[in-house]
């Protein structure tokens, strides 16, 4: 027999958990979902992950795993294979010597953030980490979690969605301890280039107590020119967290696994991983060592349709009225400006241009709020995830034009 409820007070929630912040994309994903399940037709871009199966040979790997009873766990910092396999695949594309042993691997990328400002900042004494805004929506949350003080820089549309170097500079204290770089990005698809990354790196030189955390997730998804990574330029590479992984390259979402490099905080990590989820799954993690050094060609077909989709949705955005779409130049988002079609349509800001998207247009994206506070003097803007079929781009952008154009009229 169930006790029942009682109306006395519930013991208090830490500063911490209520501090926690979440993923919108997921919040808007079950919005979107009880729709559905409504009966409305949704065209949904809201989520960022590849919408192609798993390589035939990342199964058969995992697969095989399964069946050669490879289900327990594994050391802390993963199977020597993976570790070596993203070594290599890690140093080979960025010319960088790293080693087996600097390499750790986790459930997906995304536990190293926390695990990174965990291990380079201290709790509740002023510890500052820089990250930018529009930006990855966790950073924000795990700084603030883990009792550091956020501070944002602004990625600028003038600048091809990078920062003002200046900006860096004049935002870097004593008390920064780690600086968040995202090239190519989530949510604008822009890229840090060479001439930025050179910029920040002489900064960084004068300030030697500031870690890097190089969110490189997307480095397989570069459209024009080869990737780049601020842990090339001399000096960095010992104070850079690399952060990689299988999610995007090789359409491995929910086998969640991550990797990241660096030397002396690989230990660290791999203590980390021990007190939290022990070891990422064994069966994955032989699937991501399929992923790694078999065949590419799965993952070069990826690219390559990514890269006609977001000609693609670029070219129809422009033609909406009251939207300006710049072209991104990696990952698999579109970040168009509609503050004037917020205008045209009636709509406050961006969030309310969202809603009224979804739920009188039926197509789901994004709002800049949902990835940190808006940019000053940037207007308004949404996030498009192009990992959707031409058919779902040319069925979605259609209406949003005849829905823009039908509230132009009102």
Known sequence: MNAPHSNLALPRLSRRAESLGTENAFV?????NALARAGKDIVSFCIGQPDFPTPSNVQDAAVDAIR???????????IDELRAAAAKDLGSRRGLPIAPDDVVVGAGAKPFIAYSIASVTDFGVGDEVIYPVPGFPIYESQILANGAVPVPIFLREARDFAFDPAELEAKITPKTRLLILNTPQNPTGGILGHGDLDAIAEILRRHPQV???????????????????IATRPGMLERTIISDGASKTWAMTGWRIGYVANRMLAPVFTRWITNTESCASQISQWAAVAAITGPQEAADRMREQFLERRDLIVGLLNEVPGIACATPGGAFYVW???TEACRL????????????????????????????????????????????SKEAIEEGVGRLADWVRGGSRK
């Open 68 to 78: 050669a009873g490879k289900h327990g766990y594994t050391p802390s910092a993963g």
């Open 345 to 388: 349509t009636g709509c406050a800001d961006s969030e309310a241009f969202r809603k009224r998207l979804l739920h009188e247009a039926g197509i789901a994206v994004l709002a800049d709020i949902h990835f940190g506070r808006r940019v000053p003097g940037e207007g308004q803007h949404i996030r498009f995830s192009y990992a959707a």
């Open 28 to 32: 808007v994903l079950a919005e979107v």
């Open 211 to 229: 870690w890097v955390f190089a969110d490189e997730i997307y480095s397989r998804l570069v459209y024009d020119g080869r990737f780049d990574s």
């Open 336 to 338: 168009p400006n509609v």
